[in-house]
């Protein structure tokens, strides 16, 4: 029996899906006009880990996790590279996705992006007016807050205490100060799409609330995200979905806690902001993983070089235990295994899953793995019979998967080696032999070689 913690109550509640054997799982993405940093690692790692142990318990996941790729942030970022907004986003998509795969993330089973989707968003859009819960003026289209009465159940705010911190003065054309944008005008120089309203672009909330209604349907079982998006985010995505379907939009609401860089808010002017590829380019990301699995999810953890190599020091542990198992093996008898190591290794695993089960309690899951590698030091000698390492070596595989750890070593090769497969690819692909560039790529990525194509070149980081 999973136990999830719902923000939605602020209790541990039994996870009971809306179909039987199936999870229905949104988790919101990041916006891309930049590197992603390690606060954005946070959540891509939790619920990757959260949806392998789903299927590891035998559910079916539909998982799906957008990219924002039309915000002001983007077309601020465009017009100071003297691009378009669509160029930024295709170079930070294409790195993200480098990122996740460095750190070992799952494919999503939708990637949806919120400019392929605006028909969707204009027809919800046009529902909400309809239903009295929406209003055009000048251009823009605003939710009209009040209309919607389970407005702040999930950050638990209270209404009364929003208008009186509402600044009124903010946006002349709102009928209320708490009303929230649904669709602006356009403004010269942002893109811009045709609307019953004028040429403008979505607002943020109605995106995610579109592309989970598509992929998913208009109830779900799990909205995942960071605990920053609790409000305003996800406080509106529920009031502008329920407000058009009048039914639950999502069941259980996960949410991670912040990150924080050796005690402090991560902050660039504290020089203590870091992207992903600045600590791939010191740690693998398999470390970085570790690091981010080694804290309860909805709580605090706070980054510092020396929790990274800390972290490096256990994982080596880890994979040296595993390693010697292979080792020993080549050697091993044909001796049954005794009945009191299976039972040792049957309880790391009941208590793995029982660590899991418990609001995927990672901390503790990973103790098992410890306590696994514990036992085979100290159980598996020169005497041991081939049943008992595969045993043993199957369990370290079964956790692994699930936390996602990459615990078997990988040759590593010359950067040399590396640098001439890469240059052998790109020729590839100038010759529009695409078959022999993804072979090319392929190779590398078995070697632990993650490729990031970009305007400057080919970019490179081992995982």
Known sequence: MIKIHN????????FIPLTPGKVKMYVCGPTVYNYIHIGNARPLIVFDTVRRYFEYCGYEVNFVS??????????QRANEENTDATTVAETYIAACKADMEALNIREA???????????????????????????????????????????????????????SGARIGVDED?????????????????PAWDSPWGAGRPGWHIECSVMSKRYLGEEIDIHAGGEDLIFPHHENEIAQSEACSHKTFARYWMHNGFLKVDNKKMSKSLGNFYTIDEVLARYDGQVLRMFMLSANYHGPINFS?????????????????????????????????????????????????????????????????????RICNTDITSE???????????????????????????EERPDAEILALIEKRTAAKKARDFAAADAIRDELAAMGIVLEDTREGVRWKRV
Do not use: C
Not at 7 to 14: H, I
Not at 66 to 75: G, S
Not at 118 to 125: E, P, S, V
Not at 336 to 356: G, S
């Open 7 to 14: 923000t939605l109550s602020g209790q541990k509640e039994e």
């Open 66 to 75: 957008n990219f924002t790729d039309v915000d002001d942030k983007i077309i």
């Open 109 to 163: 089973t939708h990637h949806p992006r919120a400019t392929e989707e605006i028909d969707g968003m204009i027809q919800m859009i046009e529902e909400l007016i309809a239903g009295g819960h929406a209003y055009e003026q000048n251009g823009s289209v605003f939710f009209r807050t009040r209309s919607f009465d389970g407005y702040g159940k999930l950050s638990g705010k209270n209404i009364d205490d929003l208008i």
């Open 174 to 190: 709102k009928e209320d100060p708490l009303d929230f944008v649904l669709w602006k005008p356009k403004k010269p120089g942002e």
């Open 305 to 373: 070089w020396d929790g990274m190599e800390a972290t490096k020091t256990a994982r080596e542990r880890i994979m040296s235990g595993y390693a010697l198992l292979g080792e020993k093996r080549k050697t091993a008898s044909d001796k049954p295994m005794e009945a009191t190591f299976k039972q040792a290794v049957d309880e790391r695993i009941a208590a793995f899953e029982a660590a899991m089960n418990n609001d995927f309690n990672t901390a503790d899951a990973l103790t098992q793995l410890f306590e696994l590698t």
């Open 384 to 410: 041991s019979g081939t049943e008992a390492i595969d045993y043993a070596r199957d369990a370290y595989d079964t956790m692994a998967d699930v936390l996602g750890l990459i615990i078997e070593r990988r």
